[in-house]
């Protein structure tokens, strides 16, 4: 693997590779003192055009806990500012020597297009719409540690779609990992087309519930609407929002997952984020542990400047 751009079209043998991996850094990270050499004198940086904590601190940790240089840029305080163009930045960048480019940004394909102009390894940290393949693999692992796999599990994908890179790259690998995904979601806030999705789309909530072992919560992205897709958010939350009431209708076992950070009051009721089933801090702590899986896989594994 030299970049890790998206999920679609990434084997389930590839998948499962980085969560055995995850496993051994995830153990590094309850050491005294996590950390290893794996990738000393090896440089990450990251180019975020958007906002972002988990991904953004997460690669960061990884980053350290490997024991690679980190070069950190802030495109709010860059050249960027000055109107640099992103070709113009990425390269700059790799003049410096940097082995490895993990990318946010607005538009989808950025950080494909980035890839091609690039000797480094790139990684895509969410590009608009359409991916955020890290955060499947954290949400592959965080299911794996609490039901023990996907393969057979019925999971629930409920909200914003339309908006969400987190629920295409998860409706990818929770079914390349053999998991049944259904898409719940008012008709607007659904692509205008979810052929070709690995996918089943429902409308009601309450009559998905009980039949789910994970019920997998969208933020509702109003930075991205540009217009009124729903009639309220009291209205959205009235039939989509995960509150108490709901939370009774899923199984015994069942697992509730956001990937943050979560509109409290709208999508989940603040009780029910703070329910024993509710893992969404157990995704984050899974991030930095698959993360080093990804860094190691890409600049790791006995690589070589040569190989790249
Ligand atoms: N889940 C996620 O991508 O969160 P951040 O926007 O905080 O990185």
């Given at each position: 693997m030299r970049h890790l751009l998206g999920i679609a079209g990434l084997p389930a043998e590839d998948i499962d590779h980085l969560?055995?991996?995850?496993?051994?850094?995830?153990?590094?990270?309850?050491?005294?003192?996590?950390?290893?050499?794996?990738?000393?004198?090896?440089?990450?940086?990251?180019?975020?055009?958007?906002?972002?904590?988990?991904?953004?601190?997460?690669?960061?940790?990884?980053?350290?806990?490997?024991?690679?240089?980190?070069?950190?840029?802030?495109v709010s305080t860059s050249s960027v500012r000055k109107g640099e163009s992103l070709r113009d930045t990425v390269e700059t960048i790799e003049a410096m020597g940097v082995d490895c480019i993990v990318v946010r940004h607005r538009s989808a394909g950025v950080p494909h297009q980035i890839a091609r102009w690039v000797s480094a390894s790139v990684v895509n940290a969410g590009d608009g719409w359409h991916e955020h393949p890290t955060q499947a693999l954290l949400d592959c692992y965080t299911i794996r540690e609490h039901l023990g796999g996907l393969d057979g599990l019925r999971i629930a994908i409920v909200g914003d779609v339309k908006h969400s890179r987190v629920a295409r790259s998860d409706a990818w690998a929770f079914t390349t990992m053999g998991a049944e995904v259904t898409l719940v979601a008012p008709p607007t806030l659904l692509p205008p087309s979810t052929e070709g999705w690995p996918v089943r789309v429902s409308h009601d909530l309450?009559?998905?519930?009980?039949?789910?072992?994970?019920?997998?919560?969208?933020?509702?992205?109003?930075?991205?609407?540009?217009?009124?897709?729903?009639?309220?958010?009291?209205?959205?939350?009235?039939?989509?929002?995960?509150?108490?009431?709901?939370?009774?209708?899923?199984?015994?076992?069942?697992?509730?997952?956001?990937?943050?950070?979560?509109?409290?009051?709208?999508?989940?009721?603040?009780?029910?984020?703070?329910l024993p089933r509710s893992v969404v801090i157990d995704q984050v702590r899974n991030g930095v542990a698959v993360r080093m899986a990804v860094l190691f896989e890409l600049l790791g594994s006995g690589r070589e400047e040569g190989d790249r």
């Open positions: 969560m055995v991996l995850t496993d051994s850094f995830a153990e590094v990270g309850r050491r005294r003192m996590p950390k290893v050499p794996a990738l000393q004198g090896r440089t990450v940086t990251w180019l975020f055009y958007e906002d972002s904590t988990r991904t953004r601190l997460s690669f960061e940790q990884a980053a350290k806990r490997l024991s690679a240089n980190t070069l950190s840029f802030s309450d009559a998905t519930l009980g039949d789910v072992d994970v019920v997998y919560l969208l933020r509702m992205q109003q930075e991205r609407m540009t217009e009124a897709l729903i009639p309220s958010l009291r209205e959205y939350t009235a039939c989509y929002g995960l509150t108490r009431r709901r939370v009774d209708l899923l199984g015994e076992k069942a697992i509730v997952m956001h990937p943050g950070p979560m509109n409290r009051g709208v999508e989940i009721a603040a009780d029910v984020a703070a």
